[in-house]
């Protein structure tokens, strides 16, 4: 049984490997491995997938959980990331916000600047960059690029 269909099926050994840390890691390592034959909206993964999604991603594995949770969660909560970023409110939630929304929807971001004149992409990314910065964190504020082109190449979304 592959570790993904164990986890659909909520396996209950599985259940229990997945509380300890070391095993936890092992398993969604393997299940990044084994996700690549999967074809539905994200949306409709277990969280664990997604988690596995983004350890595949070769940054630390700490960090990765942390996006993939942050993934996790904006999948799952209204407004979908897939909203505008303003200039009203730029705290930590705003940043994460921004870092999954351009992340996972690049392209719209883009249309957006080249057909009603909203700020660049880049100018985003950057005021991300800023108020992760100013909240402390350092780490993810760092790999704030990485975290956007391992989404986009990883999701590959183009919306118009």
Known sequence: MKVVDAIINKSPALDVLMQDESSKKLLLRQMSQ???????????????QVLAIFISSGLEEGESLRVGNLVWSHLRSAPFPFAYLSDERKDTSWAERG???IGMFYDFYESRWSRRAAPKTKYYVEEIKNVLTKNYKFQL????????????????????
């Open 34 to 48: 084994e996700l690549q034959d999967r074809v539905e909206p994200l949306w409709k993964y277990p969280k664990e």
């Open 99 to 101: 870092l999954v929304g």
């Open 141 to 160: 504020a760092l790999h704030t690029d990485a975290w956007i082109e391992f989404m986009r190449n990883t999701f590959s979304t183009t919306v118009n």
